[in-house]
């Protein structure tokens, strides 16, 4: 059980747009930033977002995230079959004085 | 270009001992955060801790339930971070990653661990 919530898998068309959800509470997404990974099958997490909506160098404007109170969004727009991957969230939690991700969203471009 | 090498992975007994090495290049992770975060076989992420590499040893976190068994340790001169792991379990059989950053910003390609008899 994830401290953060995410959906389990979503799936959208290419082309369309898609936003991934993080749940967590004052503990963590709350009072702390947020950050997004990608990861592909047998491959390490990428960086996509940090500090709740700063995309690293390299990282297209396609993808952008936010924070409202205690959840945290990832969105995807002009959705390409080279999106569909692993998602997660991941956030400092202060009263674990841990880093905690959310148990990740599969994306299934169709 | 940062660069991050884990090393170390294999099989062990439960109740083993393993260490891994991430060898870092491309910067210096003298008093900068670094991760290890591992993932068990088709699940999901879960962080073990991080270390603030600094000349005379430097502060640590670890996740709760890893505390105690797992010890992460760096040495600046040689731009490696370290993971001792003890009375491994199956359980603890995944994928260990390194990374910058205490949530990971720059990731190794991982190593694998499996715990077995």
Redesign the interface.
């Given at each position: 059980q994830?401290v953060l919530t995410q959906p389990p898998s979503l799936s959208a068309a290419p082309g369309q747009k898609v936003t991934i959800s993080c749940s967590g509470s004052s503990s963590n997404i709350g009072n702390n930033y947020v950050?997004w990974?990608q990861q592909f099958p047998g491959?390490?997490?990428?960086?996509l977002i940090?500090e709740n909506n700063k995309r690293?160098s390299g990282i297209p404007d396609r993808f952008s995230g936010s924070k409202s109170d205690t959840s945290a969004t990832l969105g995807i727009t002009g959705l390409q079959a080279g999106d569909e991957a692993d998602y997660?969230c991941?956030?400092?939690d202060s009263s674990?004085?841990?880093?905690?991700?959310?148990?990740?969203t599969k994306l299934t471009v169709l | 270009e940062v660069r991050l090498v884990e090393s170390g992975g294999g099989f062990v007994k439960p109740g083993g001992s393993l260490r891994l090495s991430c060898a870092a290049s491309g910067f210096s992770f003298n008093n900068v955060w670094m991760?290890w975060?591992r993932q068990t076989p088709g699940k999901?992420?879960?962080?073990v801790?991080?270390l603030k590499s600094q000349p005379n040893g430097g502060p640590t976190?670890?996740?709760?339930p890893l505390k105690g068994r797992f010890i992460i340790s760096g040495d600046a001169s040689k731009n490696t971070l370290y993971l001792q792991m003890d009375n491994l379990q199956a359980e603890d059989t995944a994928v260990y990653?390194c990374a910058t950053g205490?949530?990971?910003?720059?990731?190794?390609?991982?190593t694998l661990v499996t715990v077995s008899s």
């Open positions: 994830s950050s990974y491959t390490a997490p990428k960086l940090s690293p997660y991941g956030t400092w674990l004085s841990a880093w905690v991700f959310g148990g990740g | 991760s975060v999901g992420l879960e962080w801790g991080r976190d670890y996740a709760a990653f205490t949530g990971g910003i720059k990731w190794g390609q991982g």
